[in-house]
């Protein structure tokens, strides 16, 4: 009796899964080196966001914060920054989208390479499902991967 009611629910269960898309999948974080040192980039970076009219809300060190409680790691500083004439329309259209606003941008030393990393507005906006805004989440990425190159000399 189970054999013959599976064997009846399988087209049902068949049918129940879901459609794979084969849209292309935005790559979500964008990635740079950087060829100067480590502190100069982040001061370098901050400056250079200021000068764009981007609010830097933070400047989390982490490496600073575990030295503080006696443990030690390789630099690595986070830049929480936005512009709310931009972002807000975002946030607008799905307000669950403001947890991940204002953006990070990650500045870390691997070895002896500076990197520095920020995830891509439009990856956030695909997971929030903007539909209507997404050309102001793809501008903002282009103005960011513009002023990163600018400041590292890229």
Do not use: W
Not at 38 to 56: P, R
Not at 78 to 106: D, F, R, S, Y
């Amino acid at each position: 009796m189970k054999l013959l009611f599976t064997f009846l629910l399988f087209p049902f269960l068949a049918a129940a899964q879901p459609k794979i898309s084969c849209k292309e999948v935005i790559k979500p974080y964008e990635d740079f080196q950087s060829p100067l040192a480590f502190e100069e980039t982040v001061v370098a970076l901050q400056k250079t966001l200021n000068s764009k009219g981007i609010t830097v809300f933070a400047t989390i060190e982490h490496h600073k914060a575990a030295e503080a409680v006696g443990e030690s790691m390789s630099p690595a500083t986070v830049l929480i920054v936005g512009n709310p004439k931009v972002g807000t329309a975002l946030m607008q259209e799905n307000p669950l989208l403001a947890i991940e606003l204002p953006l990070k941008i990650l500045i870390y030393e691997e070895g002896k390479t500076v990197n520095i990393r920020y995830e891509k507005v439009a990856a956030i906006a695909e997971k929030y499902h903007i539909k209507q805004n997404f050309s102001t989440a793809e501008r903002i990425d282009a103005a960011m991967q513009q002023l990163i190159k600018s400041t590292i000399g890229n």
